[in-house]
């Protein structure tokens, strides 16, 4: 059974900094392309950043410079790390998996709030 569990969310002031984890189970995280997306409440879901199986990233503009994509093929583990976070970047951020770097991801965590307050 695959699992995707994402942690570390909360509320944090404009301005600081969180860090996300997801861990998976049941899928060889290492042969995966993961990612971080985002949904705001009444937009649609976006794509924040992935990794691929080699360590590649990729970033939306909106991110660019302030947050940090990584992944630990040993803990079976990928982080986003947020910093200088603003009130849009509030969301139910979710972690997503895609098997051999094929961009379906075809598996998904059930989600963390991040709410960032002005």
């Known amino acids: 059974q695959v699992q995707l569990v994402e942690s570390g969310g909360g509320l944090v002031q404009a301005g600081g900094s969180l860090r996300l984890s997801c861990v998976a189970s049941?899928?060889?995280?290492?042969?995966?392309?993961m990612a971080w997306y985002r949904q705001a409440p009444g937009k649609q879901r976006e794509l924040v950043a992935f990794?691929?199986?080699?360590?590649?990233?990729n970033y939306a503009e909106s991110v660019k410079g302030r947050f940090t994509i990584s992944r630990d093929n040993a803990k079976n583990t990928v982080y986003l790390q947020m910093n200088s976070l603003k009130p849009e970047d509030t969301a139910v951020y979710y972690c997503?998996?895609?098997?051999?770097?094929?961009?379906?991801?075809?598996?998904w965590g059930q989600g963390t709030q991040v709410t960032v307050s002005s």
């Open positions: 990794i691929t199986s080699g360590s590649t990233t």
């Open positions: 049941g899928i060889g995280f290492s042969h995966y392309r």
């Open positions: 997503a998996a895609a098997p051999f770097n094929s961009g379906n991801y075809a598996f």
